[in-house]
Structure formats: C-alpha cells, structure tokens
C-alpha cells in the first residue's frame, strides 16, 4: 500500500462523502422541519442532475443555467410533494411509517418515470472548471472533484448561516421544535414545512448535479444514493443537518479505506455494516449530542 | 369458527379447485406467484401489524431459501426437501443473531436497517458467485416430486404452493390468536406497560422476526422450485420493497388482507403491462394512491365501506 494510493483513496472519499453529506443534509432537513423520512431524497438528485442534462443536451442551455434550472426542478419537486401529499396526510395525523410508504411510492413511481421519459442510458455532465487534473505525490485530482468539495463546504456553511442568521431559517427551526408555540407567534408552520421540503429538494439536487461528472445519473441511482444519504444523515444524528455533513464525509472516507483494505465489491456492505453499527451502538449518532427521536 | 364464515369458505374452496383448470396458462402462473407471495407476506404482516415493525429486508430470507434449494439440488444432488430445511434453518438463524441487536432500534431506524440489511445481502449474493452463481445464476432446478407424482405444471404446483400458503396461514392465525398474539397485541398498543407486565419485548419481536424470515425462506424455495432458475436479480432491495408492499395494500391485520395484497403485487403490474411501459408509473401511482387514501389497505377500506353503508341501511330500516 504506497502513500500515493492512500491520497487517492482518501481523497476519492472526501469527494463522495460530499455527496453523500448534501443528500444526507436534504434528508436531515426534511426530517428536522417535518418528521418524515424521505425515502425518495435520492430521487432528488435524479431530478436535478436529469433536468441539468436535458436542459444542457436538448435545449441548448448554457451549462450554468442548466445547472440552476436542475436546482430549481428539485427544489420544486419539494415543494410539489410537500403541498400535494404530505400536508393532506399529516392533517389525517398519518403514522410514520406511512409517511414512509408515501415516499417510497412516489420514489417507485419517479424512477419509473425517468425510465419511461429519459430511457435507461446513463448520462454524463461536462466537468465543472476544466478537464484538468491535479497530480499530488502521483495521486491523480480531477479540478472537478475540487470544484465538488468547495462547492460542498460552501453549502454547508450556507446552510448553518442560513438556520441561524435569517428570519426564514429561524422560523423554520421555530416550527420544527414545537409547532404551537411557533404558530402563536404568527409563524405559518404548514409553509415552514414547505420551504423543509424546497430545501430539501435544493440540497438533494445539488449532490445530483455535482456526482454526475463523476460517475453519470441513471434511473436507479436514486435509491442507492437515497441511502447512502440516510447513513450520512444518521451518522450526523439525523435531526442535524450539519452533522449530516459530517457523517457524509465520515462514510465515505469509510469506503474508500474498505476499497483498499479489503475489495471495492464490498464498498455497500462496508458502509451499510457501519450504518447498522452505528444505529445500534450509536443511537446520539458519532457526534453524540442532539436528539436522535423518531420512532 | 361460526357457522356464517363456514358458508362463506365452501364457495370460496370450490372456486379455489376450480381456477387452475378454467384459467389459462399464465395466469394460473400467476396466481402460483400470488401463493408464494402470500406466504412471503404473511411474515411481514405479522410484524407490521402485530409488532408495528416495517421490515424492508424479506427479500434476503427468500434468497437465502431460492439459494438452499438451488444449491442443495442441482450442486449436491439432494432431495428437495433438503433445500427446505436448509433455507429455513439459515433463514431462522440468521434473522436470529441479526434480530437481536437490530430490533433494539424502532421506527424509521429499524425500517431502514432492515433496508441496509437487504442492500448488503444483495450485494453479497452477487459477490459470492461461488455460492450463488452470480449474475449468471443456478438453473436446472428440478421440479417438485411428491412420491412420484411429479408438479411440473402450474396447475399442478397451484395446489401444492396453496396448501402450504393456507397452512403457514393457520400458523400466522394461531400465532396471533395464542398467548403470545395477546402478548404483541399488548406491546403494540402499549409497550410499557406490557413490559411492566414482565413481558420480554425484545424476545418477543425476536420470535415473530424469525417467523417471518421462516416464511420468507419458505416462499424463496417454493420460488425457486417453480421457476427453475435463480439469479441475483430476484433478490434486490427492489424485491424488499413489494413485498413490503403486501400487507401494506392489502391492510397488515388481517390475514385474507395479506391474500389481497400479494394478488394486488402480482396482477396489477401484469394488468398494466398491456398498456406498455407506462405500467411501472402507473404501479408505483396507485402505491400512493392506496397509502395516502387507504391508509389501512384495501381489506381495511373495504370494511370501512360495508359499515357505513350497513349504518345508512339500518337507518332507513
């Protein structure tokens, strides 16, 4: 094992873990504003990164507002299914677990949809930056990948000012921590619940739009990424969407060391192992603090 | 059993005797399937009616159960029931030693372990090709011999997977009509208290986690031994989730509920496949459909339905 491959290694992790953070940090946010699990968040990224494509080969957009219409086409979806599913079942004070089914259905039925819509061809977006590459002690970095970490990191910290600096990200945790009382000071808690889900959405696209230049998005990378997302969410603690981005990073580091040490066939069952484990010995996730409620 | 749901099971049995030869080919195949998933079901039902536990990893124990009977039978030349018993004893010990730690967790956390669960026995059903086959898969499995009356027609083995789908039925039944059914019933509507009552929780939802993982094995052998062949592509995350499904449409309390389900998994895909590839959507609209306005499935709903229009009837009487 030389230091080059240990870099490589390494560095290929922070580089998925980005993307396993922003879907992670959408299923955080979405279960912090309105306790459902979003087993379609993966779904999202498919979205975002399909919309960026299309708009980009079909249209003939420019590559950056492609990018931005794929964001906006998540944030939408969000917001679509928030109005359209989520508020007449929770006014029903549906169970969580058919909060779950919901979302499972609707995950069906999108993947389903680009399948019929788009086809079953992967597609590949052109690299942010250049095609570049940097070479560190012989370990090979695409600008892209580079481009993907800033762009991660940015978001992240866009995302705590967001919660802790404006009066919209502030309402929201309001309405998350206890509805009635944030409903007597004159906050709309079923719109909070909405901007949860638009939020969501963004996130889960961005993570889309970033990973295709890597790997390229097909309909079935939804539910692969929807629980890689769940693990990071759930390493973080699940009710922080910050330490999402932690517990991202976390696994995907997890990864890329089990790729070395052991077989990359085996990359899902080490991270899914570790997700096991962790739930189990874990429950606070690895940061230890905020409550982990949910069932 | 009262006398009145007796008049209804004589029709009902004769119609049952009757299908295979009336209906054709392929549905009869499809209504073999409907049998195996119900069994598949079943198990499912009993936790997420009984226990509130929603198991996204069914699809692991059917694999394991395909792949003892396709292993047993075409690598090392034993009987059949050989298969059976192996799929079942793996089956049941796994979900044992993993059903210990994980069903500690609840809720969401438990839904998505067993999800983790059955992407990695996936995963590792497609890496051990040793075992599995791989991709590739076992074929030649041979078909069912009952001291020599050989079930190699789908109107042969409908009989066979019915029977044993009506007896795991009866097992299901009894379960949650004995001391341990009144013992879930009581965890489930309070947990604590059933625990100040010196019931052992996490032994109990152990047990009907093992049931469910025999039936699981139970319905992957009787899969394997109709289709002849298993490969990789049965036994997906994708799989979990319908038959997860199955009570969930059907209504997970009720056992005919569970009967519903499997059929609603098995014919409507083959329904809308004649509208061509739009069927996929249309499947996974009507999952939402059915979740959203049927929250206790079709059995639920529909007994919804008969008192509402027995109360508007006893009005106006």
């Known amino acids: 094992m030389t230091i080059s491959l240990v870099l490589q290694a390494l560095f290929a992790g922070v580089t998925n873990g980005i993307v396993y953070a922003l879907v992670g940090m959408g299923l955080s946010a979405i279960f912090k504003g309105s306790r459902v699990i979003n087993a379609m968040q993966g779904e999202f990224a498919v979205i975002g990164a399909m919309t960026?494509?299309?708009?980009?080969?079909?249209?003939?957009?420019?590559?950056?507002?492609?990018?931005?219409?794929?964001?906006?086409?998540?944030?939408?979806?969000?917001?679509?299914?928030?109005?359209?599913?989520?508020?007449?079942m929770a006014a029903k004070n549906a169970s969580e677990d058919s909060f779950l089914l919901l979302t499972i259905g609707l995950a069906l039925s999108l993947s389903a949809?680009?399948?019929?819509?788009?086809?079953?061809?992967?597609?590949?977006?052109?690299?942010?930056?250049?095609?570049?590459?940097?070479?560190?002690?012989?370990?090979?970095?695409?600008?892209?990948?580079?481009?993907?970490?800033?762009?991660?990191?940015?978001?992240?910290?866009?995302?705590?000012?967001?919660?802790?600096?404006?009066?919209?990200?502030?309402?929201?945790?309001?309405?998350?921590?206890?509805?009635?009382?944030?409903?007597t000071t004159g906050i709309n808690v079923a719109r909070m619940r909405t901007?949860?889900?638009?939020?969501?959405?963004?996130?889960?696209?961005?993570?889309?739009?970033?990973?295709?230049?890597?790997?390229?998005?097909?309909?079935?990378?939804?539910?692969?990424?929807?629980?890689?997302?769940?693990?990071?969410?759930?390493?973080?603690?699940?009710?922080?969407?910050?330490?999402?981005?932690?517990?991202?990073?976390?696994?995907?580091l997890v990864e890329s060391l089990a790729i070395i040490g052991i077989s990359s066939s085996y990359k899902d069952v080490v991270a899914f192992s570790v997700l096991i484990v962790i739930m189990i010995l874990m429950p606070q996730g690895i940061l230890g603090r905020a409550g982990r409620r949910g069932g | 059993m009262s006398s009145r749901s007796l008049l209804w099971l004589v029709p009902c049995l004769v119609i049952w005797a009757v299908l295979p030869f009336v209906l054709p080919r392929n549905v009869a195949d499809l209504l073999v399937f409907t049998g195996i998933y119900t069994v598949a079901g079943l198990g499912i039902?009993?936790?997420?009616?009984?226990?509130?536990?929603?198991?996204?990893?069914?699809a692991t124990f059917y694999g394991l159960g395909a792949y003892a009977s396709a292993y047993c039978t075409v690598m090392m030349g034993l009987p059949s029931i050989a298969g059976f018993?192996?799929?079942?004893?793996?089956?049941?010990?796994?979900?044992?030693?993993?059903?210990?730690?994980?069903?500690?967790?609840?809720?969401?956390?438990?839904?998505?372990?067993?999800?983790?669960l059955s992407a990695i026995a996936s995963a590792l059903f497609f890496e051990w090709d040793w075992l599995t086959g791989g991709t590739l898969g076992i074929g030649g499995i041979p078909k069912l011999d009952l001291f020599g009356f050989v079930l190699d027609r789908p109107s042969r083995y409908y009989f066979f997977v019915w029977i044993v789908a009506f007896a795991c039925m009866i097992v299901a039944h009894n379960l949650v009509d004995s001391r341990t059914g009144l013992m879930l019933r009581a965890m489930r509507d309070s947990s604590t208290a059933a625990a100040s009552l010196s019931i052992d929780l996490q032994a109990l939802r152990t047990k009907v986690f093992v049931v469910c993982a025999l039936f699981g094995a139970l319905a992957g052998s009787l899969f394997a031994h109709h289709v002849s062949?298993?490969?990789?592509?049965?036994?997906?995350?994708?799989?979990?989730?319908?038959?997860?499904?199955?009570?969930?449409?059907?209504?997970?309390?009720?056992?005919?509920?569970?009967?519903?389900?499997?059929?609603?998994?098995?014919?409507?895909?083959?329904?809308?496949?004649?509208?061509?590839?739009?069927?996929?959507?249309?499947?996974?609209?009507?999952?939402?459909?059915?979740?959203?306005?049927?929250?206790?499935?079709?059995?639920?709903?529909?007994?919804?339905l008969r008192t509402r229009l027995a109360r508007r009837g006893g009005g106006h009487g």
């Open chain 1, 52 to 88: 960026t494509v299309l708009l980009l080969t079909k249209s003939g957009w420019p590559y950056a507002a492609a990018i931005a219409g794929g964001a906006v086409a998540g944030a939408l979806v969000g917001a679509f299914i928030e109005v359209a599913f989520v508020r007449y």
């Open chain 2, 229 to 304: 062949f298993v490969s990789t592509q049965s036994f997906t995350v994708d799989r979990s989730i319908s038959f997860l499904l199955i009570p969930v449409i059907g209504g997970a309390t009720s056992i005919p509920g569970i009967v519903v389900g499997a059929l609603f998994v098995t014919f409507l895909p083959e329904l809308l496949s004649k509208l061509g590839d739009i069927h996929q959507i249309l499947f996974g609209l009507a999952l939402v459909a059915v979740v959203v306005l049927m929250p206790e499935g079709l059995v639920g709903a529909f007994g919804k």
């Open chain 2, 85 to 116: 018993i192996v799929g079942a004893v793996i089956s049941m010990a796994l979900a044992y030693v993993i059903g210990r730690p994980i069903l500690r967790l609840t809720g969401y956390f438990l839904a998505l372990g067993t999800l983790a």
């Open chain 1, 195 to 252: 901007f949860t889900f638009v939020l969501g959405g963004l996130l889960g696209a961005m993570g889309g739009i970033l990973v295709t230049p890597l790997i390229g998005v097909d309909y079935q990378l939804g539910l692969n990424l929807t629980l890689k997302g769940f693990a990071a969410a759930v390493l973080g603690g699940l009710t922080n969407p910050l330490g999402a981005a932690v517990g991202g990073v976390t696994l995907g």
């Open chain 1, 113 to 183: 949809s680009i399948l019929y819509f788009v086809g079953r061809d992967g597609h590949l977006l052109p690299p942010l930056g250049s095609e570049g590459v940097l070479i560190v002690m012989d370990a090979v970095i695409q600008f892209h990948a580079l481009w993907l970490i800033a762009i991660g990191i940015g978001a992240t910290l866009a995302l705590r000012a967001f919660y802790h600096r404006t009066t919209i990200g502030l309402s929201m945790m309001a309405a998350s921590i206890d509805a009635d009382g944030a409903a």
């Open chain 2, 45 to 58: 039902g009993l936790l997420l009616g009984h226990c509130g536990i929603v198991n996204l990893a069914q």
